[in-house]
Structure formats: structure tokens, C-alpha cells
């Protein structure tokens, strides 16, 4: 399987190429030149499975460069780290599924492929060839960090360096960045916003200079955005191992649709779902749901995806996103893979901040793609009413996708297919604003304050990741200028070389 890249169709690389590179030269992302299908047989042999199995054998139709048993040790490790099953599918109603992918050491679903790729990373540099360590650096708005440090922390041959705004994540979220563990790990917050953090780790990433100096260090810089072929390809086999428990169960057969609700920011989880579709997966329909932040509501509805808006705050903060870079994976396949016409798209997003895609095209992703969004009240009002119907607890991502789901369901009750919610975090991780939610109350100032009252309202325990941060030390508490983000860059260099030289 060779891959391409959706803005230049001559280029065709072996996965491990694309993994290493993460982004096409060309500025578009690698997606494969094709997709395998799963027969009957396949699904028979993958309901048989356990999940690291079955996600194994998922990666290997893509990764051909990589053997199966590769695959299945990397995928043993990086779900050992997960407490219990991976991704449960947990039944709440007649015919409405909760599938949990936050059971990983940071309670988020960026876990499901953030614990994989520096497996995949180290393995395809290998491949490739590459002598310099891989230096991973991150801006992040809160989850991605978080996941990425667990994911890369003493993974031999990676080291990795991780910035936030000071202001710009919850109070858990930073407790958790702070206090890092791992010995080839750095964090640093940053004075400032999320867009001025972002954009200055860009900055460096597009310095030639910059990778110069690191070079001469012995590192080249590694990004783990959600671009990255590397973190998609292990999201599409939750949604085939979902499928898998729903037959074993008994409670579809063989080829009986089903639908799936997304809580969608970047575009990534959803597409790993669509690309499943394409393998063969029995879905009726992919609904994707927004919070406040509705361009993808928007740009589904009209045809038009236009980032000239206001950018809104929420209480489901990993998905207060305008620019969903995963979405360019999709047009390209609904424009029948035409690269030229994606450059040009995304060629205008950049200068006038839009672009339209053709009458076609939006009935094309009308047949299979549902929107909706929902605002703060409504999400809390889904908590509220996720725990009164069924007695389930879910985080404020959740219920933005249960409550578009219920809308979904009110509008359109002929679809009587079972349908799966996709749930992206543990409800702990966002505290105070679900307890907020369930008791109309007021947020404590102390994060773990409100995580003891949540527990004892719901039953539910506190996560074994987020009571231990209670007593863990602090080990990172600069807060540096964005100006001095290269300069950090370069003395977390000169630590480890002199470390790896000792
Ligand atoms: C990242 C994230 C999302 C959005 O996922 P995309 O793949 O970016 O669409 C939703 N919920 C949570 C909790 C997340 O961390």
C-alpha cells in the first residue's frame, strides 16, 4: 500500500515514510492511494479477537511496510497501558451504545493513538533510515499534550517537548502537564494564547535554521498533531472492534447498519469512522456534532466552509476549533480524489478564509453525513439528562454528541438503526462543569474538590490518573515569553545530548 498526498497526486511513499514525515512537502496530508476491504471472513476472524489483535490486524491492511506481529506487539504495549478493555461498548438504552475511549493513562480518547504512535514512530524511522533522535514538540490547548507526554515519555530514541498557554486549559489539565513524569520530557507554559503558542511552535518547525542547530545536536523535529497518518490509522479500528462486540453480543447481524455520533473539533475521529465505511463497516450514518464553534454544522448544511466567525469558549474546550485539518482527507475523496482542485481549496482558505465545495459534492456527504451542535445549556441539559434516563455520567464532549444524537433521533425516527456515541473523555476530567450540570451548583476553585462531590453525586469512582495527580510533585512550572520558545527548544537539546553522552 503506497500512499499519496491530497494535494499533489504523484507522490506515492510507503507508510513508514509518511509517518515520518507527517506532512506532504506540498503542504497536504498522506492519505492511502487506496482502501482495503474486510470480508465476511475477516469479520469472523476479528470477532474472535482481542483488541490488540483486532487493531492490529486493522493497521496491518494499511501498514504493509510493517508486518502483522510488529504491529501486535506495538499494539500489546500501548493497550497494556489502558485500565481494563481498551474501548468498551457499553449498552445504556435499547439500541443506543456508549462506545468509551478514554479508559487510557489520561483519560481522552487521544490516548487510543497517541500510546501507538511512538511505537509506529520509532519503528518507521527505523525503516527509513533516520539517524537523528526524534524531538517531538507540541502546542497544545490541553489533551493532545497531555496524551502525547504519556504516549512518548521513556520511549527509547524520542524525547519531547510540550507548550501551553498559562491562561488557555483547565485546572486539571495543567496539574497534569506540571506534573510529567519521564525522564526525556519537557513542559513549558507560555504568556499568552493558544494561537500565539501555535503559532510560534510553527514558527520553529518551518525554521530551516532551527532544524539546522538541531541537527548539529543529533535531532530532527517531529510533530504528533492529528495530521499525522500515524494517528489516525489506529482510530479506525475501534469503530470495526465496536461493530465486533455489537455481533458477538447478538445484537446485530451481519451487515445490519449501524449509525455513529461524533464529538468532532479536527476532523480525526470522525474520518477514522468514514474510512472504516469504506472497508466495509455496515454504516447508515456518521453524525457529526459541534459545540458553539458550528463551521463544520455550517459547512455540511450549505457547502460553504468559512472560518470568518467569531471563536467561542466552551465547556467541551477540545473541540473550540475553527479549522478542521482532518476535513481536507474527506473533500478529497468526495472530490474523486482530485488533488488539484484540494490545493486550490485549501489555497483559498488560507488567503480569503473560505471556500465552497459543488452541489454534488454536498449531496454526496449529505447521503452519509448528519450535523448538528449544541450550546453550553444544551450539553448540560444532556448530562442532566443522560443521568436521569439512564443513570449515565458523561463529560461535557459526550453530551455535545448525545444531545445532537436525541435530535437527530426526534427529526428522523424512521432510522432504526442501533446507534453508537462516541464518548472522547472521562467526566472527571471536566468536574466542574458537569457537577455544575447534575446539581446546578457553582465550580469550586479546586479542581479535586469538585472530583470528591462529583463522586459521591454519581457513584462513579475517581480515575486512577487524575486521584493520583493530587499528590504528585510539581515538576514544571516555567512560564517563559513566546520569544523564547527556540531558545528553550535549543537547551532541552543540549540537556539530553549531554545526558545521552553520560
Ligand atoms: C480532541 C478531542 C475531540 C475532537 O476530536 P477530533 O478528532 O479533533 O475531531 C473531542 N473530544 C475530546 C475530549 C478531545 O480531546
Redesign the pocket.
Known amino acids: 500500500m503506497k500512499y499519496t498526498s491530497t494535494r499533489d497526486a504523484s507522490v506515492a511513499i510507503d507508510s513508514a515514510q509518511a509517518i515520518v514525515n507527517g506532512l506532504s512537502p506540498d503542504g497536504g496530508l498522506y492519505v492511502p492511494q487506496s482502501f482495503p476491504g474486510l470480508s465476511r471472513a475477516d469479520f469472523d476472524e476479528l470477532c474472535g479477537m482481542d483488541y490488540p489483535e483486532r487493531a492490529a490486524k486493522v493497521m496491518s491492511l494499511y501498514l504493509t511496510d510493517f508486518t502483522y506481529e510488529e504491529l501486535l506487539s506495538y499494539t500489546r504495549k500501548a493497550y497494556a497501558r489502558f485500565y481494563g478493555d481498551p474501548c468498551p461498548l457499553v449498552g445504556v438504552d435499547e439500541g443506543l451504545y456508549v462506545l468509551e475511549l478514554w479508559h487510557g493513562p489520561t483519560c ?3 490516548d487510543m493513538a497517541l500510546t501507538m504512535l511512538p511505537h509506529l514512530l520509532t519503528a518507521a524511522r527505523r525503516k527509513v533510515g533516520e539517524k537523528d533522535k526524534s524531538l517531538i514538540m507540541v502546542a497544545t490547548s490541553g ?2 499534550g497531555k496524551a502525547a507526554l504519556e504516549g512518548f515519555r521513556d520511549v527509547e530514541g524520542t524525547d519531547i517537548i510540550v507548550f501551553y498557554p498559562t491562561g488557555g486549559v483547565s485546572d486539571m489539565q495543567k496539574r497534569q502537564m506540571m506534573t510529567q513524569e519521564g525522564e526525556n520530557v519537557c513542559v513549558c507554559a507560555i504568556e499568552g494564547n493558544f494561537d500565539d503558542t501555535q503559532s510560534a511552535v510553527k514558527n520553529i518547525f518551518a525554521d530551516k535554521d532551527m532544524g539546522e542547530r538541531l541537527h548539529a545536536r543529533g535531532f530532527k523535529l517531529c510533530s504528533a498533531n ?1 495530521i499525522n497518518w500515524g494517528r489516525l490509522v489506529p482510530q479506525i479500528a475501534y469503530y470495526i472492534s465496536a461493530y465486533c462486540d455489537l455481533l458477538n453480543e447478538g445484537k446485530v447481524e451481519f451487515g445490519d447498519k449501524v449509525d455513529f455520533c461524533v ?8 474520518l477514522a469512522a468514514y474510512y472504516a465505511m469504506k472497508m466495509g463497516l455496515p454504516v447508515n450514518k456518521l453524525i457529526c456534532a459541534s459545540n458553539v464553534n458550528n463551521v463544520l454544522t455550517d459547512f455540511f448544511t450549505t457547502g460553504k466552509y468559512d472560518i470568518e466567525r467569531e471563536f467561542h469558549k466552551t465547556i ?1 474546550p ?2 473550540d ?1 475553527l479549522i478542521s485539518s ?1 476535513l481536507e482527507r474527506l473533500l478529497f475523496e468526495i472530490s474523486d480524489r482530485n488533488a488539484s482542485l484540494i490545493a486550490e481549496r485549501m489555497d483559498a482558505l488560507k488567503k480569503k478564509g473560505s471556500y465552497s465545495v459543488t452541489k454534488a459534492e454536498l449531496n454526496r456527504m449529505r447521503a452519509l453525513f448528519e450535523v448538528g451542535y449544541a450550546d453550553d445549556d444544551a450539553t448540560k441539559s444532556a448530562i442532566d439528562a443522560a443521568m436521569d434516563l439512564y443513570g449515565y455520567l458523561m463529560d461535557t ?1 459526550t453530551a455535545v454528541a448525545y444531545n445532537v444524537w436525541c435530535e437527530y433521533n426526534n427529526a428522523c425516527p424512521e432510522d432504526e438503526c442501533p446507534a453508537i456515541i462516541v464518548s ?2 472521562n467526566a472527571f476530567k471536566f468536574s466542574g462543569d458537569v457537577l455544575t450540570a447534575l446539581t446546578g451548583g457553582r465550580k469550586d476553585a479546586d479542581a479535586f474538590e469538585d472530583c470528591k462531590k462529583l463522586s459521591a453525586f454519581s457513584g462513579a469512582e475517581i480515575p486512577e490518573p487524575i486521584a493520583a495527580l493530587k499528590d504528585k510533585k510539581i515538576r514544571f512550572d516555567e512560564v517563559i515569553d513566546k520569544a523564547a520558545i527556540a531558545g528553550k527548544v535549543l537547551e532541552f537539546a543540549d540537556v539530553l545530548a549531554a545526558k545521552d553522552k553520560a
Open positions: 481522552a480518547f487521544k489533551d493532545t492529528s464529538p468532532s473539533g479536527n476532523f480525526g475521529n470522525i467541551s477540545s473541540m476549533i482532518n464532549h472522547t473523555a
